[in-house]
């Protein structure tokens, strides 16, 4: 299934973002250099579909959700949302409108055991973030807390309590609930079920899909997890090093991966499978530091396939030669047009 | 439990300012329990309405410097940046004058009495809880939770006061009953010395100056021993509710109800004065 | 329980019980745990968080917190041709040190916090050397750097003199094998070591834990909760829940072949690349409850899928389902099989 939906317009579009971190040091503070946290990324979200975000630390996916929420400013590139009239440029918004956007856009955190405040009991913080959100009738705010509730299969009379009193996994719950509540079109997970365990990650996962099917919300998926962003995601986004160097079909996975780094990550997933050990592409070396990137294409320098130009010319994300439709690649061996 | 207790302690029968010359200098006795001074008024209403006073300028200074302290220690510790230099900068001022030279300062430019007292000592004693707050806010400002609540689109306003703030109302508690004591503490030095307020209204501190006599000291020992005392029960009893406040406060904790006797075993000794 | 008896048993839990005291109440953190584990063998303990894996290996070693203790039970340890009763060794007496380090090696999982970021990871390594073996300083310098060029550190001449914190995670946990092994023991203890790090970079670990284990017939006890990792590295599985070992076996058998309700939902729980996404992954409701709130009968009663009246009443013991395989639980048949639920299972 490639595009969920009939609508040619993506409800949140990234056009090359950069995220620039200048690097100050010496006794003066002088700009020693640039960890170049994103560097150009494009990214299309649809209305309905899950992104499912995958790569290892340092490959910028979690400073990318950040972006997405709005969270940090981009250092140069355009966000851009569909507010129901076309895209519209998001980076600029103030006050009210963007406070539309945050109505629309909402974000779970990785940390369930800080995501709440602590001394706030959990209905009073859900009911804070609508009365903020301009819901002004106080039967209306509790009737959508109690509907987000029931949507993650929380009890209400929970509602009185203090975070520390619920589990890690129900914390979760209770945030999804939190963003739920705000009706939004998009929400952005970022590693939320990492620090769970695994039985309990099941059940989010699960919880997840079955709100996608009867909200038609749309998720960004940001994951260390090839399996559960291959299970999870519509389209699975692969980063390396602050660019996206592929995007996918999910269910094409793992056969149809092109990108070198993509494989090898595939292929280094611990698997029930006696093969795939076998066949297992073991990357030598280690991720180049931010600060220093190579010139060319950023994997270069571990690439088992690299050539000569991949160490001067930078790779952009164009369809894929062999699997066309829904499959775009940055690599130099993909000799398609765009 | 104490403030109820202090009131209780106004509930003294004899008027402080009776002046009975021919009763002067009476060791304790059943008329008078803390006996009298050399103008024969009655110690132990001059001891109570003194500790009227001086826990007044402590409570008031202490929770004015926790004030600006609170204010100023969350405003730069969420915003940072140049607010924050700013604000520190002052803050190292004001710490690199001696106290004493400070207070003496101020008090030579307001002139003497209680309320200047309080406003002095509130000006020179808010940095440390500044810097709590301060310190405090950094920690908390990179909280999952405060990162939601900007994502969520929550004012400045909002996230600080009443997102961060509750969260370290337990160590800002504490501050302000350690500060009680210490205002106390340094009230009783100034008075002592002669600059705080003067003998006219009665506190702990000036009732003090009366020692200032080594005669005094040996022979009429109940002119001192009595004040002295009460300063130094008052500002342990002041440090165990404190304890307990910053414990009851969390909602994470059980009640201590095991503190809450220790307090009444202590205050009690304070009200049944009379 | 397990592995034929005349195998040569490196180590050997009999029925150890831990407890823990937390302000007025003990806990009953391991039940009951026996394992017997062949030399040179690769144990795989798996199980989610509060399942007590970590606790036994901080056993084995008498590492323990203040307020836990081993209330009954041994813990057997083989070593040349003595056999040593390690929980009744005092804790930090001479023998049990001679066996930390030397004869037992220890991986943690956090490594910026195991390392001492004062020191030099050379010298942090070297002194395990030197406290064990007596050799000079500079023999020890050579002999370090060598495991690190064997392990896969670049550079390690330059690298011994480096400090922790300017390694990435992937080398840190290879200083860290380094410290363990240097001393060549018989038994290496590693405790969730690539949880932290990234997958590609765990492969390069994993394969080198493996080819420890096989070039020096080193006996390995990795403790994690990822069951496709215990697929390439084991030989053995123990699965753990709420403190007791509810099922044992060759990888083969537990990984292909589970019977316990627990190790099933913990096996269908988690998507593999090839998972199918019309199926629903499966969950077991709830979360693990606390070593209070289960005093009698089987632990996972409450969450289980097949639970019966029985199941609560008293201790379930392990019956043996095939040579090497046993699982706890007494709603198997004669076939060593659950029985089919209503509705499916």
Known sequence: MLRVNNTPTPLYKVGQIKKHFPVLGGVLRRTKGCVKALD???????????????????????????????????????????????????????????????????????????????????????????????????????????????????????????????????????????????????????????????????????????????????????????????????????????????????????????????????????????????QRVVLQGEVPSPIDMPSGCAFSTRCPSVMDICRTDRPVLKISNISKGDHQVACHLNKGAK | MIISAVFAVQISGADPDYIDPINGRLGPSLDHLMGTDQLGRDMLSRVLSGGKQSIYIGVLASFLANLIGTVLGATAGYLGGKIDSVVMRVSELVMTFPQLILVLIFVSLLGQGIN???????????????????????????????????????????????????????????????????????????????????????????????????????????????????????????NFVGDGLRDVLDPRHKSLIAKSKWKVALVGRLGRKK | ??????????????????????????????????????????????????????????????????????????????????????????????????????????????????????????????????????ISKDEAR?????????????????????????????MRQRVMIAIATICEPDLVIADEPTTALDVTIQAQIMALLKDLQKSAGRTFILITHNMALVSEVADHVAVMYLGRVVEYGTVDQVLRDPRHPYTKALMASVPNLDADKNVELQTVDGQTPSPAEVTVGCEFAGRCPYVIAACKEKTIEMTQVNPGHDVRCIRLDQNGKLPVLAGGA
């Open chain 3, 142 to 170: 050579t002999r370090v750097v060598e495991l690190f060029r064997k392990l896969g550190i670049p550079d390690p001449e330059r690298r011994y003199e480096a400090y922790p914190h300017e390694f990435s995670g992937g």
């Open chain 1, 40 to 278: 150009g990324v494009d990214l299309e979200v649809f209305r309905g579909e899950t992104i499912a975000v995958i790569g290892e630390s340092g490959c910028g996916k979690t400073t990318l959700g950040r972006m997405l929420a709005l969270l940090d400013k981009p250092t140069g590139g355009d966000l851009s949302f569909d507010f129901g009239q076309g895209l519209q440029d998001v980076t600029s918004l103030r006050g009210v409108d963007q406070m539309r956007f945050r109505k629309k856009v909402q974000m779970i955190f990785q940390d369930p055991y800080t995501s709440f405040n602590p001394r706030q009991r959990v209905g009073a913080a859900m009911d804070e973030v609508l009365r903020v959100h301009g819901v002004k009738d106080e039967a209306e705010r509790t009737a959508r807390i109690l509907e987000a509730c029931e949507m993650v299969n929380i009890r209400p009379e929970y509602l009185q309590r203090y975070p520390h009193e619920f589990s890690g996994g129900q914390r979760q719950r209770l945030a999804i609930a939190r963003c739920l509540a705000t009706k939004p079109e998009l929400i952005i997970a970022d590693e939320i079920v990492s620090a769970l365990d695994v039985s309990i990650q099941a059940q989010i996962v699960n919880l997840l899909l079955k709100i996608q099917k009867e909200t038609g919300l749309s998720f960004i998926f940001v994951t260390h997890d090839v399996a559960v962003a291959r299970y999870v995601g519509h389209r699975v986004a692969v980063m390396y090093l602050g660019n996206v160097v592929e995007i996918l079909p999910a269910d094409s996975l793992p056969e149809a991966a092109e990108h070198p780094y993509t494989i090898a990550l595939l292929s280094a997933v611990p698997s029930m499978n006696p093969t795939a050990k076998e």
């Open chain 2, 116 to 238: 200047n007292v309080i406003i002095v000592f509130a000006l020179t004693g808010w940095m440390t809880t500044f810097r709590l707050v301060r310190g405090e806010f950094f920690s908390l400002r990179e909280e999952a939770f405060v990162e939601a609540d900007r994502a969520f689109g929550f004012s400045k306003p909002r996230i600080i006061f009443r997102h961060i703030l509750p969260n370290t109302m337990s160590p800002i508690v504490v501050a302000f009953t350690i500060n009680i004591a210490i205002f106390i503490i340094a009230e009783a030095g100034l008075s002592f010395l002669g600059l705080g307020v003067p003998v006219t209204t009665p506190t702990w501190g000036n009732l003090l100056t009366a020692a200032q006599n080594p005669v005094v000291v040996d022979e009429y020992w109940w002119l001192w021993v009595f004040p002295a005392m009460s300063i130094a029960i008052f500002v342990l009893g002041v």
């Open chain 3, 1 to 134: 329980m397990s592995p034929s008896t005349n195998q040569d048993l490196i180590l050997d839990l009999k029925s150890v019980n831990v407890k823990f005291k937390v302000e007025d109440d003990t806990l009953h953190i391991l039940r009951d745990v026996s394992l017997s584990v062949p030399r040179g063998s690769f144990l795989c303990v798996v199980g989610e968080s509060g399942c007590g894996k970590s606790v036994t290996a901080q056993a084995i070693v008498q590492l323990l917190p203040d307020n836990g203790e081993v209330s009954s039970g041994e813990i057997l340890f083989s070593q040349g041709n003595q056999v040593l009763e390690l929980n009744k060794l005092e804790k930090f007496g001479k023998q049990m040190r001679n066996i930390r380090g030397a004869k037992i090696g220890m991986i943690f999982q956090d490594t910026l916090s195991s390392l001492n970021p004062a020191h030099k990871v050379g010298r942090q390594v070297a002194e395990s050397l030197l406290q064990h073996l007596p």
